[in-house]
């Protein structure tokens, strides 16, 4: 019975002292989890930006078109303001596809267009006037990375190319009539491009872009800039109104004859639609 008790009280004693080893940790465990906030907010807004993300943008280029055209020799040089082409209707089908997942960016960007000129002045030519007509249409298809992501500043640097499948119809007009039967060429080529673009919160809702590319291969020069403010109506409705300047000096040497040295600017307006 001695032994007994004596076992007991070792065994206490062992249970009392693993327990005073024991709380202060736990406590200090507790208290650590207490005070250590959960970011739970930061975690969810973090995946909500993560994974792919998809938008179309519908837009309105109000573009004029200042420059050279030519074919098969014969060269005009063209000057459609704002007021032509809202007089002439020359407006066309533009739109702008973008996915993104995580920071690697996938914009695509479509216009097409016909651009006129009833008072094309002719160059070397024995005629009054030459109605110019232009086609355009145009894809640039790029792949980026966003080397900032801020919530007040996001930035992309872009890499890609521009397709151009370019049509000039020129007609000479002399006494009121047609000359002849007109002239008509195509041309398709396309360039590399590289730029870039920064977005800048200016207000929960409202914000601003600023971009811009530049390259060549088959041009001698193709560069645009521009830049928009957007307004976010809804969670998934943004409204855009900005200016897009597009230059392009496609002259080849050999027998395709073709000229497309044209500067192209205009307002914009659009809005996008954020799928997911």
Known sequence: MGSFCKVARVGLFLVALAALLYLPRASAQVLADVSTPVPQAKEKEANADDGWHFAITPYIWF???HGTVGALGHEASVHANFGDIASYL???AMGTFEARYNRVVLPVDFIWMKLSDEKGLPIEEEADSIKTTVRETILTPKIGYRIADGKKAKVDMLIGFRYWHLSNDLTAIAGGNQVGNGISKSANFADAVAGGRIILAL???AFVAIGGDAGGGSARSDWQAGGFLGYKISRKW?????YRYLSINYRPNGATQFIYNVNMPGLILGATYTIK
């Open 238 to 242: 943004d409204l855009l109104a900005g």
């Open 90 to 92: 020359n407006i066309g």
């Open 203 to 205: 207000s929960p809702k």
């Open 63 to 65: 573009a004029g078109m």
